[in-house]
Structure formats: structure tokens, C-alpha cells
């Protein structure tokens, strides 16, 4: 958690306008104690406040949803190669979000994508249970299925419809990004971490539980049908509220919970809030580097994302090749 804060702190300090941490620490201080903003330092201030924390803190609970995501649905599926998007919920949130871009209606952005993500989940898990029990196998097909038609769904409609600066605005969603974050987009992300990222936290018994298969979990009193629904109900849940606010990110998901099993091992209790705090500082650092290193100019975070998460991730196969 120390490292966290002192990410915040640092990352703000980061930009064109360089606000020394000292600074950064001290109009924290002076909010909390609700006290009048230094006149001296009034510029400092907005330029923290207004522009820089918001999109910081977004990337924060972002990046700790999606990590708890990707450990709760590997684990769910016992598939090393899972992550929050497995249901189709990154394709169906893209499809809504692109639909109400290019009619116009940006201010529906995070209603529509949240929207679109819970239909992509109810979809998926819909289509896996009508054959039968719900089993990591068809959830994983019955997530792919979705996943390809709300993908071809959304490539027509841009081509159907994109026309002019539209398509730029559009590519930018699609390929992740938190430069229009704001303290809107903080309270989304916040309420939606609180609503099912934070119970998922206290789970890691009932996620041991399925280490060596539903017939496991069954002898130690669990019924693996109703966790596996309900775990994979908040994952869809808290995605769709990460995807809301910052599109799709690769690889944060995926990668994150592998790198902090390198590290404690394979026990949730422990796995799940390290994937936490650690999805939140790779992110606020991918997304720092995201708008400055090509200063002026700024880069979606998910291509930053992609470039770190797919070799760390063939890393990863290397060390461990049973993984596979």
C-alpha cells in the first residue's frame, strides 16, 4: 500500500508542468484539512486536482479491478490463459460504446459500455448452461462465441457508420484510454470496485477450493455451480465498470496475477490483494508513461499495456513451461 500511495504521489508529480512530489503532498494536505489553496500555488493545485489525480486514481482502481478479475477467472476456469474478458465482456461493451460514439451521444459512453458488458456476460453464461452444467470448458467457448459476433458486430458499424474525426475518436476507446478521465469516471470506478471488486477480495478460500477441480470443491462442502456463477457474475459486474472508463486493456488482467504468484504462490488469500495493489501501480505507470513519453503528444494506454504485458507474458512461458 506504500508503494501505491507514493505511485499517486510521484505520478502527479509527472508531466509537462512539473509539480514536485513536496507539492503534490502539500495540496493534498491542505484538501483534506479543507483549508483556502495557497494563492501562490493555485495553478499547481488545478493542474493536480483538475487534471492529473483523476486520471491517476482511475488507473489505480482500474488496474486493481481488472488484476482481481483476471485471478478470479483463472482460477474459476483452472485456464492459466483467462482474464476479465473471457465472457465477452470487453467485445460487448466495445460494441455499445462504439454505437452511442457515433450517434453522437458521448455523455452515455459509461452507461452504454457497462451496459453492453452485463449483456455480453448474461450471453455467455446463457449460452454455456443451455448445453448443460455450467463447466469452465463451455464457459470458455461459450465466451469466445460471444465474444467474435460482438466484435464482427462493432468492425460494422464502424464501417457502416464512422465518417471524419469520428473514427479517430472511436480508436482511441477501442484501444484503451484514460485521457478523458475525470472525478465522474473516479466515482464509477470507485462504486463499482466497492460493489464487487472488494467482496471478491475475501474470497480466496472458496477460489482454493477449486484448485484440483469441481469434484474438489464438492468434497470440502462448496457447490461449484452456484460460486462459479456468482464469482463470474462480479468479475462481468466489476469489468464492465473498469471497461467503462477506460476501454479495453490488454494484458493487465492476464499478466498481473501470474507475476504476483512468481512471488507468493498459488494461495488466493494472498494472491488476490498483492494482484490488487500491483494491477494498480502497473497501471498508473503505464498510463503515466502514456502521456509523457511522446510529449506533446499522448498514446492510448492499452497500446503501453500490450508492449509491457506480451513479453513479460512469454517471460512468463519460459520460466514455467508446465503452465501450458
Not at 483452472?78 to 460504446?97: E, F, M, T, W
Request: with cysteine; net charge positive; proline share 5%.
Amino acid at each position: 500500500m506504500l508503494t501505491l500511495l507514493l505511485s499517486v504521489v510521484a505520478a502527479a508529480a509527472v508531466g509537462p508542468t512539473y509539480v514536485s512530489p513536496v507539492e503534490v503532498a502539500a495540496s493534498a494536505i491542505e484538501r483534506m484539512a479543507a483549508g483556502t489553496p495557497d494563492p501562490d500555488r493555485q495553478v499547481q493545485t488545478a493542474i493536480i486536482w483538475e487534471l492529473r489525480l483523476p486520471r491517476i486514481i482511475t488507473a489505480a482502481v482500474v488496474g486493481a479491478g481488472l488484476a482481481i478479475g483476471g485471478v478470479v477467472m483463472q482460477a474459476l476456469t483452472r485456464n492459466p490463459l483467462a482474464d476479465p474478458y473471457l465472457l465477452g465482456v470487453s467485445s460487448g461493451a466495445s460494441l455499445a460504446a462504439v454505437s452511442v460514439l457515433l450517434l453522437g451521444a458521448a455523455l452515455l459512453l459509461p452507461l452504454a459500455a457497462f451496459l453492453g458488458a452485463l449483456a455480453a456476460m448474461a450471453l455467455a453464461l446463457g449460452l454455456a448452461s443451455s448445453f448443460g452444467r455450467l463447466t469452465p470448458t463451455r464457459t470458455v467457448l461459450a465466451g469466445l462465441a460471444v465474444s467474435s459476433l460482438a466484435s464482427s458486430l462493432t468492425s460494422f458499424v464502424i464501417f457502416w457508420s464512422a465518417q471524419g474525426d469520428s473514427y479517430r475518436e472511436v480508436l482511441s476507446w477501442l484501444m484503451g484510454s484514460l485521457s478523458g478521465s475525470t472525478w465522474s469516471s473516479v466515482g464509477i470506478a470507485v462504486i463499482g470496485f466497492l460493489l464487487a471488486g472488494a467482496p471478491v477480495l475475501f474470497t480466496g478460500r472458496l477460489l482454493d477450493g477449486f484448485a484440483f477441480g469441481d469434484s474438489a470443491a464438492s468434497s470440502l462442502g462448496l457447490n461449484p455451480t452456484r460460486i462459479r456463477w456468482s464469482m463470474m457474475g462480479f468479475v462481468a459486474l466489476l469489468t464492465g465498470c473498469m471497461v467503462a472508463v477506460s476501454g479495453a486493456l490488454g494484458f493487465v488482467g492476464l499478466v498481473i496475477p501470474h507475476v504476483v504468484r512468481l512471488l507468493t504462490g498459488a494461495g488466493h488469500r494472498a494472491v488476490l490483494p498483492l494482484s490488487a495493489c500491483t494491477g494498480a501501480i502497473f497501471l498508473i505507470w503505464a498510463d503515466t508513461a502514456a502521456r509523457t513519453v511522446f510529449s506533446p503528444r499522448e498514446i492510448p494506454v492499452g497500446i503501453v499495456t500490450a508492449l509491457i504485458g506480451a513479453p513479460v507474458f512469454a517471460l512468463l512461458i519460459r520460466r514455467q513451461k508446465k503452465m501450458l
